[in-house]
């Protein structure tokens, strides 16, 4: 069947043509989370506001689906936001909205300090500098809306002429579960943007047909998108760049004349050095390493504070610095986790100690919360590195270290140690509340206060605060025994005491915001909630010619709607527990939000199958489920084999989107404008994304309550004939 409603594309037949479309969006869509989150990092804290504007353009397209559509649509925004991020005048200035949106100093984002030079007496410079910020990223969110209103527009299109509907949502599912594995899949190999940009000109190429002219533009602007992005690839002045499964890396070599100095950029901000502690390297080079501290690194003293540290876990080990000060210290069994591979790799190949390579490190790749849930070994000594995050995870507001920082995770560790054992944790305190927090947890768990000091920021590390937990007693006798030790760290706590402070929320499991001080949504989010309703409402006006007082909200338009704000929010609070249990890897990610479209298929086929079941039944099983959720610990599977608790995880998360498929299908099958209904679905999805900042202020678990009144109203809405089905 060829479909001719489009002056410029020709798909094979209508299936396909939903098939290559629904890949196209979300290989699109996870394309530019990750890269522009890179590249503009405050996108990287932020990414559920990408996803928005992607949701809105889909959800307007197929609001718009009969009008026609031009492949050019999507290219020309498309170049557009190449080019912004791959010129470097354009980078460096729209790079710069990082520090713009947080001048107001409420969010901690790594590598941005325009904030300390602006304070409350400088409020109204601090306002002007914000709404620049909030200028360029409206630039950057309207591009990407007005590439994804014609991807919408072709789905909206195919899926009205598709003959059967239930087979039509079906494939538009399993096209975004293989665009979805597709881009992880490149993302596991390392493949830089260059492969990314050119795997979506192959689909769509397949999409671009029309007459010669428009082919003849259209080839332009693909070879333009595609040539454009190889520079993107490398990092100016390194000798070696990565793209890893989480972040852009880049190996720059110091110029300080030593020989085997490195340091590690992770989305273009200094991130970890690689250096060499070894005696008689330190010995050649006086002026850069001062005799006071030799032996005393960050990456030696946690060895120092334990008689006997046979047994050594690392979480954050990076590159290796940790592991090397173990060996320096004569540990016997070394157990390094990194949850970046790339990294280790880093490690392996520029660290000059070599500590990678020592038949005594056991190098783990896996989240550290992971693996305090499923190792059966008990250590002298756990040293937490400098474990912190330069990025969130792809769907939720948690970074990838906030699962690690809380209460329950620090109790899991903790019960890994033997009887006298010392557990240290290193941390670049940002904001006094931070070291606080951290602070309070280490007392609560080991019932007595932390010994805390300062280490300085030289060419024996990058410092910060060093906490230590455990058998103090122990640890005060080494500190007697060694008078160089206890004297170094006497003199680093007078240089900086500690201060009594208000106590900020502890963080758990369910309010896992690290960099936060209490319970709130951020004051950014409200201005990006502004914005992003200023979007809608100019891109309504643009791409449908009306007023956004003309719009449409009759009760089917808010059936779909709560259908789509309750599925994005479910998703969520499912990757959100699945991090608990199972780590918080981007594989676990794809697995949990494929899982999710998977579980949407089964519910088309038990719908097919069983075509009579009352929707009562099924809606009660949709809300107990879902409220079901909210009492149940998931994380007391943790210990289980990795594959059950995959598959307990991931089926009792999920089960809720077994009957919500079921009820959407059903719904979706008898309404007549079914461009209409997925567009409500869609722009639902939106204000789900964009709920999310409510979990800041309410906690995640309680969230499920709010998707259970989504699942109500839907309830409420839902047409009872198909008569008044007409959106």
């Not at 502004?530 to 449409?552: C, D, P, Q």
């Not at 527990?577 to 494929?594: C, E, F, R």
Request: charged letters at 15%.
């Amino acid at each position: 069947m060829k479909n001719s409603t489009s002056s410029s594309l020709h798909i094979p037949s209508v299936g396909w043509g939903i098939f290559i479309v629904s890949m196209t969006s979300l290989l699109l869509e996870t394309l530019l989370i990750r890269w522009i989150g890179t590249e503009i990092r405050i996108f990287a804290y932020l990414q559920n506001i990408i996803l928005i504007a992607c949701v809105l353009g889909l959800g307007l397209g197929a609001f718009t689906s009969t009008q026609s559509v031009k492949l050019r649509q999507i290219l020309i925004p498309l170049a557009i936001v190449v080019a912004i991020i791959v010129f470097p005048i354009s980078h460096q200035a729209f790079g710069r909205i990082s520090e713009f949106l947080t001048v107001h100093g409420e969010n901690v984002i790594w590598g941005t300090g325009l904030d300390q030079g602006l304070g409350s007496s400088g409020w109204l410079k601090s306002l002007f500098v914000m709404l620049i910020g909030l200028a360029m990223t409206y630039i950057i969110l309207m591009l990407i809306v007005d590439m994804f209103v014609p991807l919408g527009q072709i789905l909206g299109k195919l899926i009205n002429q598709h003959t059967n509907t239930t087979w039509a949502y079906s494939i538009n599912i399993l096209g975004g579960v293989i665009g979805t594995w597709l881009f992880a899949l490149l993302s596991y190999f390392y493949f830089p943007p260059f492969v990314w940009f050119l795997t979506l000109a192959i689909l769509l190429i397949v999409l671009s047909y029309g007459s010669t002219n428009e082919r003849t533009v259209n080839s332009i602007l693909i070879i333009f998108i595609v040539l454009l992005s190889i520079p993107a690839g490398r990092a100016i002045n390194s000798i070696e760049t990565v793209w890893s499964p989480y972040q852009k890396l880049a190996v720059e070599k110091v110029p300080s004349g030593y020989p085997d100095h490195y340091q590690i950029w992770v989305n273009n901000v200094g991130y970890q050095v690689i250096t060499d502690l070894r005696s008689e390297n330190t010995s050649r080079k006086p002026d850069m390493f001062s005799a006071v501290q030799k032996g005393l690194s960050q990456y030696d003293i946690p060895l120092l504070l334990h008689p006997s540290p046979k047994d050594v876990l690392i979480v954050g080990a990076g590159t290796g610095n940790d592991a090397s000060g173990a060996l320096r210290n004569r540990a016997q069994n070394i157990t390094a986790v990194e949850i970046d591979p790339a990294i280790i790799e880093i490690g392996r190949k520029f660290h000059p100690e070599k500590p990678y390579d020592s038949p005594i490190v056991n190098i783990v790749n896996d989240d550290a919360r992971s693996f305090f849930a499923t190792t059966q070994y008990k250590y002298d000594l756990i040293s937490f590195g400098l474990l912190d995050s330069h990025t969130t995870t792809s769907l939720t507001n948690a970074r990838l270290d906030h699962y690690v920082y809380t209460q329950e995770s620090i109790t899991q560790a903790a019960s890994l140690l033997k009887p006298g054992g010392v557990l240290t944790l290193m941390f670049e305190v940002g904001r006094p509340y931070i070291g606080e927090r951290i602070r309070l947890i280490l007392l609560d768990i080991f019932g007595e206060e932390p010994i805390t000091f300062r280490i300085p920021n030289n060419d024996y590390g990058v410092g910060g605060v060093m906490f230590i937990a455990g058998d103090l007693n122990s640890v005060n006798q080494q500190l007697g025994t060694n008078e160089r030790l206890g004297s170094f760290i006497r003199d680093l706590q007078k240089a900086t005491p500690s201060t009594v402070l208000n106590s900020p929320k502890v963080t758990t499991d369910d309010w896992p915001y690290f960099y936060l001080e209490n319970p709130k949504i951020p004051f950014l989010y409200f201005w990006i909630s502004g914005l992003i309703i200023l979007i809608f409402m100019k891109s309504y006006k643009k791409w449908t010619g009306e007023n956004i007082r003309t719009f449409k909200l009759n009760r089917n338009f808010w059936h779909f709607f709560c259908l789509g704000a309750a599925f994005l929010l479910l998703e969520v609070q499912n990757i959100s527990k699945a991090s608990v249990v199972l780590g918080n890897t981007w594989v676990v990610n794809t697995i949990i939000i494929s899982s999710i479209l998977m579980m949407a298929l089964l519910a088309n086929w038990v719908s097919y199958k069983f075509p009579k079941l009352p929707l009562s039944i099924i809606y009660s099983a949709l809300i107990i489920t879902t409220v079901g959720l909210y009492f149940i610990d998931l994380a007391r599977f943790a210990f289980l084999p990795y594959t059950i608790k995959a598959i307990v995880t991931g089926g009792l998360t999920s089960l809720p989107m077994l009957f919500s498929g079921i009820v959407f299908i059903r719904s979706f099958s008898i309404v007549p404008e079914k461009d209409k209904a997925l567009g409500a679905n869609l722009l639902g999805a939106m204000l789900g994304a964009l709920l999310q900042s409510i979990t800041f202020a309410i906690g995640i678990r309680a969230l499920l309550l709010v998707v259970a009144v989504f699942y109500i109203i839907s309830f409420l809405t839902s047409s009872r004939n198909t008569a008044e089905n007409k959106i």
